[in-house]
């Protein structure tokens, strides 16, 4: 009887071996499993943070062109200013001629009526 027992513990044993070994084996896969997807996830990470790399480098050459640009827009905006500045003098200018114009007008027919010069005609 005493080896019967023994058998069935011997078996117990064995089986319970098989269940460690087993559930050993599927941490092992879980965790490689695991191990493999941190890796790839490290690998991306990389990957991305050399692709931010060089989005910062070009954010700074737009950078340093916008204030390019900008300085360029002051020097731009002088000038524009003189412009106006230009325009309404020429406005000023217009309306002095066109005054004058009339003046010169006025005062040619009234130099016609006193000498009774007739109108000019032209040939």
């Given at each position: ?9 011997d ?5 319970l ?8 084996a599927m ?10 997807t ?15 790399k060089?989005f910062?480098?070009v ?24 412009l106006?500045a230009?325009e ?9 001629i ?10 040619e ?7 009774q ?7």
């Open positions: 009887m005493a080896s019967g027992k023994e058998t069935e513990q078996q117990l044993a064995a089986s071996n098989d269940l460690f070994t087993s559930v050993s941490i092992k896969g879980e965790l490689q499993g695991t191990n493999n941190l890796e790839l996830l490290e690998k991306m990470n990389v990957r991305v943070a050399e692709e931010y060089g910062g480098d954010a700074s050459g737009l950078r340093v062109f916008v204030e390019q640009l900008k300085s360029k827009s002051n020097t731009f905006d002088d000038y524009i200013q003189q106006d230009i309404q003098q020429v406005t000023e200018f217009e309306a002095v066109s005054m004058l114009d009339r003046y010169v007008s006025m005062l027919s009234k130099m016609q009526s006193v000498y010069v007739p109108p000019a005609q032209d040939k």
